[in-house]
């Protein structure tokens, strides 16, 4: 693993903010424009403010507010350097309850050439340069990267654990049905425990890639305006949640795909196509396309739902004849890989680049909003899709390869505002 590091976190002082409830927010990528707002009314000091400001300057803003709360005391800086281990309590759409644990740490930074890093999602320009200006101005990590590492044995869940039962956590802030709770972890030979056991393990990014790049991109500037780097200045670590692959606790949901705006759809000639490749069975509705797909053992079934049918359907043919030879064996395993190259591209006439731009695309998360914006037209047809698991992830990561865009969800999102990490 790279070289993880307590650090003297930044954080809400609770004396004066009160219920962290009405502080902590989702990441930056995740929050649309009305929960942005919901959080600014929420509280004067939502970390929303400095994560993902609705100023005109935003970057200006959330430096600014950063300075003037450190200053009148609404954020404190720790003096002393720490872990932070942090749990996440929650219930899945079935009703089952799971609580993922896992720490923040300063986590150095390491090109992916060194495969150290790994990660498995190509990124876009657009939001690197967005977290670079934000980075610039507030010399501030506001959000966490999601790593996760593999050990087998649990020997860091067990320390970790070992700490946390036997004391009180700093935070317990309950948002959106997820209860967060966070500890501070100061003692220096827990600490040194946790990272021998980790020390030598890789490190596969679920999420915040492109906060990651960032992090990698300031580096370099930094270093090139500093002619004293020695490589052990805060901008060369960043701040990362790091959770063990064999936690149970670890949930990755599917996000299905919504698709509009192609001319001369026909869903039954689209039906037809579907056939030439796909096992085709009608289903009944909502419900049984669910237990379909919970069903299948296959990674190549889907669920089809246009205007007037729902279909389950499951690759007949074999995936490796149908898909490019420039398509390494793990993107090869993929369902989400067969449903891009053969459906959307070859059936549907959607390209690559379309698809990057999302023009007719759209991704959710919820299968209750494929039926909605289909039955309302918003949607041509939706695709039902399983989730990808944890080993196809590492799978991909490990052969250097990335997955289609929007491949994985890990719920619950880690939360910003629980702690921050300075870059001076």
Known sequence: ???????????????????????????????????????????????????????????????????????????????????????????????????????????????????????????????????????????????????????????????????????????????????????????????????????????????????????????????????GHTGEEPYNFILTYLNNIHDTGLVVFPIHRLIHSIEGFEAAKFRSRLEEHFDVTELDGRAALKAYLEAAKSSYTYGVVTAGSVLGITLRDNAADLLDTSISPSLQKLGLVVLHEVVLTRLLGISQEAMALQTNIVYVKDDGEVFQSVANGKAQVGFMVKPATVAQVLDVSESGGVMPQKSTFFYPKIMTGLVFKTLD
């Open 1 to 227: 693993m790279p070289e993880i590091r307590p650090f003297k976190g930044l954080r809400y002082n609770p004396e004066t903010v009160g219920d962290m409830a009405r502080i902590i927010c989702p990441p930056y990528d995740v929050i649309p424009p009305s929960m942005q707002q919901e959080l600014y009314e929420s509280s004067p000091c939502n970390s929303i403010r400095l994560e993902l400001p609705m100023e005109d300057d935003p970057y200006g803003a959330a430096a600014e507010r950063l300075g003037e709360w450190m200053k009148n005391g609404i954020l404190m800086q720790e003096t002393e350097p720490a872990l932070y281990p942090y749990s996440q309590t929650f219930t899945d759409q079935e009703g089952h309850t799971h609580t993922r644990s896992g720490l923040f740490a300063a986590m150095r930074l390491h090109e992916f050439a060194e495969r150290k890093v790994l990660p498995h999602e190509r990124t876009l320009s657009g939001p690197k340069a967005d977290r670079l200006n934000l980075f610039r101005t507030t010399k501030t990590n506001i959000s966490a990267i999601f790593g996760l590492y593999a050990d087998g044995e649990g020997l860091a869940d067990s320390l970790i654990a070992g700490f946390t039962s036997a004391n009180e956590p700093i935070i317990d802030a309950v948002f959106q049905g997820v209860r967060n709770r966070l500890w501070r972890l100061a003692d220096s030979e827990l600490a040194v425990d946790i990272q021998k056991v980790l020390a030598e393990k890789n490190v596969y990014i679920a999420d915040g890639h492109h906060r990651y790049e960032t992090g990698l991109n300031y580096r370099r500037e930094r270093e090139a305006a500093n002619p």
